[in-house]
């Protein structure tokens, strides 16, 4: 089913920064008691689920006929932007906090930008430097804190590499199929990618040397309103808003719209976890929200 309205894509990527904002604070907490592979591997499963119950009752095709390249690029896709990098953010979440993980978070854009420029032909200004070298800047500043007090100096530098790499794969994720994108209904895109994102997670957890306590984390914990609630908010509606707004709108477009998550996430850090706010964290987030402010300028020609 397509959608003809006018900055519809526009209007999916917003409400995809609002909703993935809220679901950060429910992974927050779901996170202090579940291992970030088992808590992957759960929200990937019942958005699995909700898709495929979501797709009958709408009367979607759940297999569609394309070519093998275009089912393999999804599930590739998947595995990479939902099944690694979902996992490598959780655990940075858990390391560093909703604050500093969206200030890292701001990356998103600027790297959806670059590759969509390598391999999707789409625009660079001078504006988008300046913005990503912002951005660089407001993470460097993150990073900088002497004594952070609420973290180690070696898991507030590990949390922010798993974080850039999470960010990355999200990236690469998203762009490796807009191509496809552009011609698939969007539920059926999910789906897809959701199963490559649990595919991913099996050799990891087979393989895993303390598969029980992945296990015992996600079975024993007494945050399961937390847990199921993130899931939901956070794979099963932000992923479907996601794709949409990739869909009907420029990818780089959709990535600097989907970056105001990361101002939402802040405040509600704030409100909602207690996180302290220091002053090199405030520094950092509008250093990091003036560069998306400049690469969307320059997405503009301005």
Known sequence: MDIDFPYIGEIFALATALTWAMAVILFKKSGEKVHPIALNGFKNSLAFVLILMTMSVMRETVIMRVSARDYFLLILSGAIGIGISDTLFFKSLNLLGAARSSIVGCLYSPSIITLSILFLGERFTFLQIFGTSSIILAIATASSERNPG?????????????????????????????????????????????????????????????????????????????????????????????????????????????????????????????????????????????????????????
């Open 150 to 302: 609420d973290i180690s100096r070696r898991d507030l530098l590990l949390g922010i590499f798993l974080n850039v790499l999470s960010t990355l794969g999200f990236a690469i994720g998203i762009v490796m199929i807009k191509p496809i994108l552009n011609n698939s209904p969007v539920l059926w895109a999910t789906e897809v990618r959701l199963f490559g994102g649990i595919i991913a997670l099996i050799p990891i957890f087979l393989f895993h040397p303390q598969k029980r306590l992945l296990l015992s984390s996600l079975v024993s914990t007494k945050s399961w309103g937390y847990t199921i609630s993130a899931s939901f908010v956070g794979t099963y509606i932000a992923l479907i808003l996601w794709l949409a707004g990739m869909k009907y709108t420029q990818a780089s477009t959709a990535a600097v719209l989907n970056q105001t998550s990361n101002i939402w996430v802040f405040v509600f850090a704030a409100l909602f976890l207690r996180e302290k706010m220091t002053s090199r964290k405030v520094i950092a987030i509008i250093l990091a929200s003036i560069g998306v402010f400049l690469v969307a300028l320059g997405q503009n020609g301005i």
